[in-house]
């Protein structure tokens, strides 16, 4: 074989490895275009719209940088681009689709909120004119729930009582989501306190705080609730709210609900998560009760025992026991009924 036909031998092959490298990253046509401009070099302007297929192709293959102009003194020839540049080139390209596709993909995802967003205030609005609508449909009440929620533009408030038509479950719990959370709506709710003496109620406080819901509890809370925005809120019509609830959008019964809320709010107490119990610092001898110890006395005052408070906060029995011991000194009383007494006269207790 002359040198010749093992130069052309060896082109024809590495074009076709060439062919096969492309494969996927462009359009089938030009990667075999590609490969035969390898195989066969440089020709004339028109013998390389033949073997692209036509001109337009060539001009494809030109703008993707896959061959290039030469421009002799009485002539002009097409040559294939450096494979190692073209490749650059066609990596380039696929960075630039991947960047437009990322920004696509953020915008959609942005527009998925305001759809749901829009849709969900739709649900509520087509409610019929009057202040108050009732509803009894069990799948109406779960789709009027979740529309309120991913309605709210800057409050979602929520009370929550231990009763049920059928036994809380974990799978069921249903936390702020976090395309809400993330419109910086400030969800808050307050939670009855046998939420905090049960394992399913207390799992599903602690899925709310981690989801950024402000929790709190409170002995005794009459009802059940959820408030928008001070635009809608919805009431049950019996205590657990399953078979009956009413929408309520009259402004003055709104806005004194919210202030219902509030007071509420204000009287309860705050629950944080197991992590930042420890975390607070012990105050020094002579400084008032630290931030731990007013939610320690205020769950004194709900009437929680100290093994509950431990399993509640993450601490171990005897740093509860020790802390309450302080609290009592502190106070100067000697029984948790004395010490409920004057932690209330010092404005401990709201």
């Not at 390898?38 to 896959?66: N, T």
């Amino acid at each position: 074989m002359t040198e010749n036909a093992r130069t052309k031998e060896h082109n024809e092959s590495a074009a076709i490895e060439m062919g096969d490298l492309l494969s996927g990253l462009l359009p089938e046509r030009l990667a075999n275009s590609y490969a035969a401009f390898l195989s066969h070099g440089e020709c004339s302007e028109s013998e390389a719209a033949e073997r692209a297929g036509s001109p337009v192709s060539l001009e494809e293959l030109i703008s993707r940088g896959l061959v290039h102009r030469v421009v002799y003194s009485s002539s002009t020839a097409i040559r294939p681009t450096d494979p190692t540049l073209a490749f650059r080139d066609i990596i380039h390209d696929l960075q630039r689709q991947l960047i437009d596709s990322s920004d696509q993909l953020a915008a959609a995802y942005s527009r998925l909120n305001d759809i749901q967003r829009i849709f969900s205030q739709r649900a509520i609005e087509q409610a019929p004119e009057e202040g108050i609508r009732i509803v009894t449909d069990k799948e109406e009440i779960h789709s009027l729930s979740l529309s309120l929620i991913n309605s709210a533009q800057s409050d979602f408030l929520g009370l929550h009582t231990w009763r049920f038509n059928t036994p809380l479950r974990k799978e069921s719990s249903a936390p702020p989501p976090r395309s809400v959370i993330s419109r910086n709506v400030r969800c808050r709710a307050v939670y009855s306190t046998e939420y905090f003496d049960n394992e399913v109620g207390y799992y599903v406080i602690q899925s709310s705080i981690l989801e950024g819901e402000e929790v709190r509890i409170m002995r005794n809370l009459p009802m059940k609730m959820q408030l928008v925005d001070e635009e809608v809120a919805m009431l049950p019509l019996t205590p657990s709210g399953a078979s009956g609830v009413a929408l309520v959008k009259a402004p003055i019964i709104v806005k004194a609900l919210r202030q219902y809320f509030e007071l509420l709010w204000a009287r309860a107490t705050p629950v944080a998560s197991p992590a930042g119990a420890e975390a607070v610092p012990a105050p020094a001898a002579h400084s008032g009760p630290s931030e731990l110890q007013l939610q320690l006395v205020g769950m004194m005052a709900l009437g929680l025992k100290d093994e509950s408070i431990a399993n509640r906060t993450g601490m171990s029995l005897r740093t509860v026991r020790r802390h309450i011991s302080t609290i009592m000194e502190m106070l100067s009383a000697e029984t948790r009924f004395a010490a409920g007494v004057m932690a209330s006269k010092r404005g401990w207790i709201k």
